[in-house]
């Protein structure tokens, strides 16, 4: 087992069209949120129904990070990237709270941009930290990085 057969399966596993997966239950929230501004159904019902169409991209992540845990020898590492899938699924449901204060008037749009224009990038940085420590914990932790580049040479 090592990271050229990990890049393999995840290159695989991301060619298989689960991707789609995630962009459907995005273009059903809006579809949901546009029945909101016609008055066919409540704002707490698309919120519901959001979180239940959520599953499946919640599965597929859950389902790449294991290819990746699968591969690690590090207990440390094997228990860090557990730890990334939990709380990447527990926050899911406030972003949708946070959206739901956003449309209801609770928290002002510029509130939300603002927010949103800190996380992300914090975000971003913040993956960058966890994948570097991620390496330092266990050599055969494949990045992003690294995966795109495999990719896009067409050897993995």
């Known amino acids: ?19 789609t997966v995630s962009m459907m239950s995005g ?11 016609k008055g066919w159904i409540s704002l707490v019902g698309v919120l519901l129904i959001s979180e239940i169409a959520a599953l499946p991209a919640w599965k597929k992540t859950w389902d790449r990070e294991a290819i990746k845990k699968r591969y690690l020898l590090s207990r440390e590492a094997k228990r860090l990237a557990h730890w990334n899938s939990i709380t990447g699924l527990i926050a899911y449901p406030f972003v949708i709270v946070f959206l739901y204060f956003t449309v209801t008037g609770q928290i002002s749009t510029l509130a939300f941009f603002v927010t949103i224009a800190v996380l992300i990038p914090s975000s971003m940085m913040m993956h960058r930290l966890y994948e570097k420590h991620m390496v330092r914990l266990d050599e055969n932790y494949v990045t992003e990085r690294e995966l795109r580049e495999e990719q896009k040479w067409g050897s993995a």
């Not at 087992?1 to 991707?19: A, H, I, V, Y």
């Open 1 to 19: 087992m090592n990271k050229r057969d990990q890049m393999r399966e995840l290159t695989k596993f991301d060619e298989s069209g689960k991707w």
């Open 27 to 37: 273009a059903l929230a809006l579809m949901l949120f546009f029945a909101v501004e």
